[in-house]
C-alpha cells in the first residue's frame, strides 16, 4: 500500500487511461474527466494545441489535413510524451480551479506489468506538465481498492482491470500484488473488432467512434432488454456500392464477435489461476473475482469467465471509476 505523512501527502491523483483521464482532488474526488484526446495543427513543423479532452472528441477521424488528432496512450501505455504533456496541461489547471497553479504532488495510476521506459516516459510528462514529485501506482491495486477489497488483510483476491487499452489480472494479499498477468488490449480492441466484423461479413465500413457507439448502444439496450432479441442500427460505407449504406445486426450477432474478444482474456485469467498458491487459490473460491474498469460491463463476459473458472464473478459498482476511486482513498491516507 502507498502511504504518506500529512505534510507529503499528493494533492492530486491521475488516472491516466487510454480513452479517458480522469483527474482527482484530495478534498472533492473525480473533478475532471475527459476523452485522452488532443487536436493539433502543424503537427509535422511546429505543433500547436487546437483542442483538447472532450472539445476534441467531435473531431476524430473528421479533421482536414492540417490538423491531427492523437491520443497519448495506446494499449494502456504512453506512447506520445508531448501529446500527453499538453493534454496534462490542459487538465490540470481546470481539475486545480485555479490558474497559474504551483506544482503538485500526484499519484499517477500506471499498469502493473508497464517496463521502466514507460514508467519514466509517464513521469516526463507529468514533470513537464508541471506535477511535482509525481508517485506511479499499480492500476489492479487502486482498482482493488475502489471496488472495496480490503487489501490490508492476509486474504486473497483477484481484480480482473478491463480497461479500454489494457486488460489486467492480478492476485491481491496484504496490500501488494502477488501475481499479475496483462493483455494488451481492452475496450479499443473490442471496438475494432466491431467494425472488422462489419467489414468482412457485410461489407461496411465504419470509423472508429462509430465501432465504440455501436458498442456502448449494445451494452446499454442488452442489459435493459436482458437477452439477445435486440439490434443496432448501422450507418457506414457500403464497400460494394461505395456510397452512404445502413443496416440492422442483431445483438446475437454481436454477442459472437465479444465471446471471441471474451476468450483471450479468459486465457489470461486461467494463466494467472494456474499459478496461484493453494491457499490463496483457497480464497479465491470463497471471494471469487471481482470485474473492475469500463469493460466489466460487456455483455456476455462475465457468464463466460463463471463457466471456465466456476468461480463466482462479481461487476463492481461503477467499475469504470474504480481506479480513480481507489486513487481517492490513497489521497485521504
Known amino acids: 500500500m502507498v502511504s504518506f505523512s500529512s505534510c507529503m501527502r499528493p494533492e492530486l491523483a491521475i488516472d491516466f487511461g487510454t480513452a479517458n483521464l480522469r483527474v482527482i482532488r484530495r478534498d472533492a474526488g473525480v473533478v475532471f474527466d ?47 510524451i508531448h501529446t500527453a504533456t499538453e493534454l ?16 503538485a504532488r500526484t499519484l499517477i495510476g500506471v499498469p502493473a506489468d508497464a517496463t521502466q521506459a514507460e514508467r519514466r516516459a509517464l513521469l516526463t510528462a507529468a514533470a513537464d506538465a508541471g506535477l511535482s514529485a509525481a508517485e506511479l501506482v499499480p492500476e489492479p491495486l487502486a482498482a482493488a ?7 490490508e488483510e492476509p486474504r486473497g483476491a483477484i481484480i480482473v482491470e478491463c480497461g479500454a487499452g489494457t486488460t489486467e489480472v492480478a492476485v491481491l494479499s496484504l496490500g501488494g500484488i502477488c501475481i ?14 466491431i467494425a472488422d466484423h462489419l467489414h468482412f461479413r457485410h461489407k461496411i465500413l465504419i470509423g472508429r467512434q462509430s465501432a465504440e457507439r455501436i458498442k456502448k448502444d449494445y451494452v446499454g439496450e442488452h442489459r435493459d432488454l436482458r437477452g439477445s432479441d435486440g ?8 464497400l460494394i456500392s461505395m456510397a452512404p449504406h445502413s443496416l440492422h ?15 483471450s482474456i479468459i486465457r489470461v485469467i486461467r494463466d494467472v489461476l494456474n499459478e496461484t498458491p493453494p491457499e490463496l487459490s483457497h480464497d479465491l473460491h470463497l471471494n471469487g ?24 464473478v462479481i461487476v ?14 490513497m489521497l485521504k491516507g
Open 34 to 80: 475527459e476523452p485522452s484526446l488532443c487536436c493539433f495543427t502543424d503537427l509535422a513543423t511546429a505543433p500547436r494545441l487546437v483542442a483538447a479532452g472532450a472539445a476534441a472528441q467531435p473531431m476524430v477521424d473528421r479533421t482536414p489535413r492540417k490538423l491531427a488528432v492523437r491520443r497519448p496512450l495506446r494499449r494502456g501505455v504512453l506512447q506520445d
Open 88 to 103: 496534462l496541461r490542459y487538465a490540470v489547471p481546470k481539475a486545480l480551479g485555479r490558474k497559474p497553479w504551483r506544482r
Open 145 to 151: 481498492l475502489g471496488a472495496g477489497v480490503r487489501l
Open 180 to 193: 499479475t498477468r496483462s493483455l494488451r488490449a481492452g475496450g479499443a480492441a473490442l471496438d475494432q473488432a
Open 231 to 238: 439490434v443496432i442500427e448501422v450507418k457506414g460505407r457500403s
Open 249 to 263: 445486426i442483431s445483438f446475437a450477432e454481436l454477442d459472437r464477435v465479444v465471446e471471441k474478444h471474451a476468450t
Open 289 to 312: 473475482i471481482i470485474l473492475t474498469g469500463g469493460g466489466a460491463v460487456t455483455p456476455r463476459l462475465r457468464e463466460m469467465i463463471e463457466r471456465d473458472t466456476r468461480l463466482p
Open 316 to 329: 463492481a459498482d461503477d467499475p469504470a471509476l474504480c481506479v480513480a476511486q481507489g486513487l481517492h482513498r
